[in-house]
Nanobody, 114 residues
């Protein structure tokens, strides 16, 4: 079956960095358009960044310049490097296999607090 397993979340101080990983299995990863979403308490889930199977990236405006999405097809893994973290980045971060078939990971908590 398809599994997307996120890791790398945790507690970090404002201005700090984290790298999230999402290991995929059960899909032909190299074919997939992948993304990261997040959901803060009381808010809707929102796109953070996505990357096509060809490596073209896209970011939400508030993440541009701070976050970097990348992928390693040999490891079936997509990453999200997050720098200059702010308290408003606190959320559950979800890995998403966007296309050709949509799948979600279980999420990993990121808390930015002093």
């Amino acid at each position: 079956q398809v599994q997307l397993v996120e890791s790398g979340g945790g507690l970090v101080q404002p201005g700090g960095s984290l790298r999230l990983s999402c290991a995929a299995s059960g899909i032909t990863f190299s074919m997939y358009h992948m993304g990261w979403y997040r959901q803060a308490p009381g808010k809707q889930r929102e796109l953070v960044a996505d990357i096509t199977n060809g490596g073209v990236t896209n970011y939400a405006d508030s993440m541009k310049g701070r976050f970097t999405i990348s992928r390693d097809n040999a490891k079936n893994t997509v990453y999200l490097q997050m720098n200059s973290l702010k308290p408003e980045d606190t959320a559950v971060y979800y890995c998403n296999a966007i296309w050709p078939t949509n799948y979600w990971g279980q999420g990993t908590q990121v808390t930015v607090s002093s």
